[in-house]
């Protein structure tokens, strides 16, 4: 059966890729969002060019004095006064249908080599519009299909009925030009991630992922290791949790910033000594330094003593310079410092969490920093990925062989929650420059990030502009808003009006993982949510039922009396 026209092209819209229609539109069809398209010659060629739906403004409307009693209805007035027919036989005569003026952004043809091509000539006036069909959609808006490699079904098109029209990520998308995650808190984001890792953990994608997790909300991720739906041909994914006190870093691993920003409000003279301290650690004992050496270290510097093998003091030719510097009181200060720090349970002199360990195929490995200080979370996200951005380089590069440390021979995907707290935009933190290394130069070795955070505009520009797939949920603060409109580029400024208006497991999509920006409603997941908000009141409530109340009872109830025996002394007054 042929489709039929739901309007009629009226003409140009405000913007050369805009045109406006008019459409009856009595089932309301064509809602804010939907797709639609129009029949042009392309060279020599009939193609259906697609468009979106961005506004719609009612043509037919009752005039404001019709309304003015509340109690009577605009269209008794309207039958009174001869516009409208009235009933007849107790009949209610039929609304005149109602009529919309409706703009919609040209998408273009879609070719399977370069995606939507824009014709660059608006439809002409009088031409038919039509109602996109699923099966067309589901050809073009996705670049892949479920179960392909690569393919990450995360739900369906917002505007059609559930699992009308999949939407399919392309994970060689985001895990090569990076991934963004933004929403305000409750709209859903943890579940959408959720959602992506089930995803990535499946027999077609089999993807070696790492979550830093602050809150502890992943761990309900294990729960896929026992379900057949993610297993194929002897494949089973696998779910590694590392617990706060698992997680170490090797001293050797940090550098003098790590160093400086674990030990912040030095004086100028301790930083000073620090900074040669740690020089000469680095030159004798390369990477195998302790905390101990670096102790050392800074009173032979604030001493004026030579170290064994050394050619010029502690800190190399020409290292005591002040004659007091034995009798500086600083150098016990920072030597307190250091071993103040440093004697955190997350430091060791010789362990670290191996690579090998954190990542590999099939493998979600989720670092679970809950019960760890901010700064030093920070500190552990800074040198894992140096770590692993390192052993990506020198793999590539084949400076690296197997069996060692710094090899890594396959692709990693890190996600991180909070991300604003790693990458702040009024703060450059020892993480932040590794982001922005890693966004802008992963690609080439295989290192990509998925940055996931409830506050944009907190989040440094720089690095959420540089992530090429976006995911925007409900975002009702104008601050965040404003940075998500700065800093990405391809969600038009139609969808981002949107965003408030986005309920619970609604997202936008757009970027190098879609074909062309998406409104679409997350799938159920397969695993438990762990961020589900606590139910106070139920709480509340529990705390007065029956085997409660008797246990407040037992615990509250005074001590016994001991009762007196006949004859024993102790008893005695």
Avoid at 133 to 153: K, N, Q, T, W, Y
Avoid at 351 to 362: A, M
Avoid at 377 to 405: K, M, S
Avoid at 410 to 439: C, G, S
Wanted: glycine letters at 8%; charged letters at 25%.
């Amino acid at each position: 059966m042929p489709e039929l026209p739901i309007g009629t092209v009226k003409g140009p819209g405000e913007t050369p890729h805009e045109f406006t229609f008019v459409a009856p539109d009595p089932e309301q069809r064509v809602k804010y969002g939907e797709f639609v398209y129009y029949e042009a010659d392309v060279d020599g060629e009939l193609r259906r060019i697609l468009a979106r739906v961005t506004q719609r403004f009612p043509l037919r409307l009752y005039p404001d004095a019709f309304m003015a009693d509340p109690t009577i209805p605009p269209r008794a007035v309207a039958e009174l006064l001869g516009f409208q027919a009235p009933a007849l036989s107790g009949v209610q005569a039929p609304d005149p249908a109602p009529l919309f003026q409706i703009t919609a952004m040209t998408l273009g043809y879609y070719d399977a080599n370069l995606g939507f091509v824009n014709p660059r000539v608006p439809p002409r006036s009088g031409a038919p519009i039509y109602i996109a069909p699923d099966g067309l959609l589901r050809e073009v808006l996705s670049r892949s299909v479920p179960g392909e490699v690569g393919a990450v079904h995360i739900g369906s098109l917002l505007s059609r009925a559930p699992d009308a029209v999949p939407i399919v990520l392309d994970a060689r998308g985001f895990t090569s030009t990076h991934l963004a995650i933004i929403a305000s808190t409750g709209a859903g984001k943890s579940y959408l991630a959720g959602v992506m890792i089930e995803e990535l953990m499946k027999a077609n994608n089999r993807a070696a992922v790492l979550i830093v997790d602050p809150h502890a909300e992943y761990d309900t991720l294990s729960s896929l290791q026992a379900q057949s739906l993610f297993e194929e041909s002897g494949y089973e994914p696998r779910v590694r949790i590392y617990h706060p006190d698992e997680i170490k870093v090797r001293v050797s691993s940090l550098d003098i910033a790590d160093l400086r920003y674990l030990l912040p409000n030095l004086s100028e003279r301790m930083h000073h000594y620090l900074g040669r301290a740690y020089g000469f650690v680095q030159r004798r004992y390369k990477e195998k330094w302790t905390k101990e050496h670096l102790s050392l270290a800074v009173r032979s510097v604030g001493v004026g003593n030579k170290e064994d093998g050394d050619d010029g003091g502690a800190a190399g030719s020409g290292a005591v310079t002040d004659p007091d510097a034995g009798e500086d009181p600083t150098i016990g200060a920072l030597i307190w410092r250091i071993d103040s720090v440093l004697g955190s349970r997350i430091f060791d002199n010789f362990q670290n969490l191996p690579l090998e360990d954190l990542f590999r195929p099939g493998q979600c490995t989720v670092l679970q920093l809950n019960e760890i200080p901010e700064r030093e979370q920070q500190i552990i996200v800074a040198t894992l990925l140096r770590r692993l951005y390192q052993a990506r380089q020198n793999t590539e590069r084949h400076r690296a062989t197997q069996g060692e440390e710094d090899y890594l021979p396959y692709p990693a995907f890190v996600l991180i929650e909070e991300a604003h707290n790693f990458a702040p935009a009024a703060a450059d933190l020892v993480t932040t420059q590794i982001l922005k290394q890693i966004l802008s130069e992963g690609r080439k070795f295989g290192v990509s990030v998925g940055l996931i955070s409830q506050r944009p505009g907190k989040l440094d520009s720089d690095v959420l502009s540089q992530c090429m797939t976006q995911c925007i949920m409900r975002i009702v603060n104008p601050v965040d808003q404003a940075r998500v409109a700065e800093s990405v580029e391809s969600v038009g400024r139609d969808l981002l009006h949107e965003l408030p208006a986005l309920s619970k497991g609604q997202v936008i999509i757009a970027g190098a993982s879609v074909n062309t920006p998406v409104m679409v409603r997350v799938r159920r997941r397969e695993t438990p949510h762990g961020a589900e908000d606590l139910n106070a009141p139920e709480r509340w409530q529990a705390y007065f039922g029956a085997e409660q109340a008797h246990q407040r009872a037992r615990d509250d109830a005074p001590p016994a009396t001991p009762q007196r025996r006949s004859g024993n002394p102790m008893y005695k007054s």
